[in-house]
């Protein structure tokens, strides 16, 4: 967790260094299109990772 927070840090430095504006690109309609996109990606993921996890536990009860 650390280790994510330091590369967070890092790479917002670095962004500023060279002059990107993180709130210009999650404000402007092509990075919220971006995020939408994105995100929509995750939750199926999540999703399908879910339904994966539910039937290996359903699995294990059957054969206990």
Known sequence: ???FI???IILVL????FGI???NIVES???QDNFTFV???????WE???VWVAGIIQ????IF
């Not at 699995?59 to 059957?62: A, D, G, P, W």
């Open 39 to 45: 995100w929509a990606h995750i939750k199926e993921g």
């Open 21 to 23: 504006s993180i709130r």
């Open 59 to 62: 699995s294990l009860k059957n």
């Open 1 to 3: 967790m650390v280790r």
């Open 14 to 17: 670095a962004l500023s260094y």
């Open 29 to 31: 309609p092509t990075g």
């Open 6 to 8: 330091i590369l967070l």
């Open 48 to 50: 399908l990772l879910v």
